[in-house]
């Protein structure tokens, strides 16, 4: 089964380098997901022209802005476009009321979003969801606590895409990438920069298992740096084909 993967956005929260929001578009013959939905995705969806509607599923690693607050516009340009068929939603325990209050938030009283069809799959810490179509592992990582934050593991027709989500380095890591054929991995710093986020220097001495490596949610100093850095680095746009094994 081909499986393809459009880097739709792979900047920080701040847009570093002109870089949109964090969002991974993957398509297969079976089903076709968004990992993670951030505010400025709708914008890098319709540049790259695929459509709201062949979107089955959206999966999302934490409750921040950047990762999940193009849920909004996604879901009121779906109502605008009558969608019928169901939308599924697969996230942290409780992010249904964020939904919610973030579309009530930015169009108070138009937002009713009763006639879309949202289907909310929720996951806890190192729960296996088998969703008939693909298989989502997720794993605890290390991030501002009230956003719960995940890793996660994809597992699409033949393939495995990796992804850390936000976070400081963990040890977690290493069985979520373990022999994936992408691990899409958060580097928001060069050097050491603060908690919450991975540097490359931390991350150069980690002995990964994974088939490919490729950076994303870089900050302005990652960026500055580009030259120097050895792995592999997302850029918007980028598409990544894997072939049938
Ligand atoms: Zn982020």
Same mark, same amino acid.
């Given at each position: 089964m081909e499986v393809s993967l459009r880097i739709l956005g792979c900047g920080d929260a701040f847009c570093s380098g002109g870089r949109s929001n964090t969002s991974f578009y993957v398509s297969s013959p079976e089903i076709n997901f968004l990992i993670d939905c951030g505010a400025t995705t709708l914008l890098a969806l319709k540049k790259y022209q %695929? &459509? #709201? +509607?062949? %979107?089955d599923m959206i999966v999302i690693s934490h409750m921040h802005g950047d990762h999940f607050g193009g849920l909004v516009f996604f879901l009121l340009e779906e109502k605008k476009n009558k969608r019928k068929k169901p939308i599924c939603i697969v996230c942290p325990v409780g992010m249904d009321e964020k939904v919610k209050q973030a579309v009530e938030l930015y169009y108070p009283g138009s937002? @009713?979003?009763? =006639?879309l069809d949202i289907r909310y799959v929720f996951f806890g810490s190192h729960q296996t969801l088998d969703l008939e179509k693909i298989k989502i592992e997720s794993f605890p990582v290390v991030h501002s606590q009230e956003t719960l934050p995940h890793g996660l593991r994809v597992t699409v027709g033949d393939r495995v895409i990796a992804y850390s989500g936000d #976070? =400081?380095? @963990?040890? =977690?890591l290493y069985a979520l990438s373990d022999?994936?054929?992408l691990f899409i991995c958060e580097?928001?710093?060069?050097?050491? +920069? +603060? &908690?919450n986020h991975i540097s490359y220097s931390t991350l150069k001495t980690k002995k990964l298992t994974c088939k490919r490596l490729m950076l994303t949610h870089m900050g302005e100093e990652m960026l500055d740096n580009a030259e120097s850095v050895e792995f592999e680095m997302a850029e918007d746009g980028m598409v990544i084909n894997f072939p049938k094994n």
């Open positions: %695929i &459509p #709201t +509607g062949d %979107i937002s @009713t979003l009763s =006639e #976070t =400081e380095w @963990t040890d =977690e022999r994936a054929d580097c928001n710093f060069y050097l050491d +920069g +603060g &908690p």
